[in-house]
């Protein structure tokens, strides 16, 4: 399967530096024009599946994408953003100010320590690794599109490459960006590009 992977525009959450998680941020204006950018990037590919996080940041930029193929956009719940809980909506100097312990805990072992009411982050690889099993059998010849968020990228990349969670922010995914893996045959897994942004030259 060749999987092309998407992040979502830019929301006013990402401007700011909030927590978004799971809340429904719609795109920005900036986003939206990223996102019809990202979608004439694409609309050259030959696409078989394009798949969305059932949030609306990343449904719309799926729709950006979907239009140039004549294809409906296939939503997966699994794609979602970590669940940041309480944090959510609020800025890291926030969140410091009133729970700076667990944020010291999380930062050192994100897998085991969550923030209140979210998700750790091998709750997260969980629910990739999921998705990458239903898609794969889906399709495991064809051209797979997601458009979902940065913590599911750098948890998916992990994952296919074989190194720890804690490496997950060693991956920059900027917005409306493209992060290409072509998964089975002899190699496994490879990635063919990360982080792909030439097409935001506006």
């Not at 999987?3 to 830019?10: F, K, P, Q, T």
């Not at 996102?35 to 004439?40: F, I, K, N, S, T």
């Not at 979902?148 to 990349?157: K, P, R, S």
């Not at 804690?166 to 990360?194: L, P």
Request: some cysteine.
């Amino acid at each position: 399967m060749r999987l092309i992977v998407a992040r979502h525009g830019e929301t006013l959450f990402n401007a700011q530096g909030r927590f978004s998680g799971q809340l429904d941020i719609p795109l920005s204006n900036l986003g939206q024009r990223q996102a019809e950018a990202l979608g004439l990037w694409l609309a050259q590919t030959s696409v078989d599946v394009i798949v969305s996080s059932d949030l609306e940041r990343a449904r719309a930029t799926a729709q950006a994408i979907a239009r140039h193929h004549g294809l409906p956009v296939e939503e997966d719940v699994d794609l979602r953003e970590i669940a940041f809980g309480e944090w959510e909506g609020k800025t890291y100097d926030e969140v410091m100010a009133r729970d700076e312990a667990l944020v010291e805990r999380w930062k050192a072992d994100p897998t085991r320590h969550a923030p209140p009411g979210g998700e750790t982050v091998a709750q997260l690889h969980q629910r990739v690794v999921r998705a990458l099993e239903r898609w794969q059998g889906c399709c495991p010849e064809g051209t797979v599109v997601w458009a979902a968020h940065g913590g599911v990228i750098e948890v998916l990349l992990c994952h296919v490459l074989g190194v720890d969670l804690s490496r997950r922010w060693d991956f920059r995914h900027d917005n409306a960006a493209t992060t290409e893996i072509q998964i089975g045959g002899s190699a496994g897994a490879s990635v063919v590009h990360m982080n792909e942004t030439r097409h935001l030259l506006f």
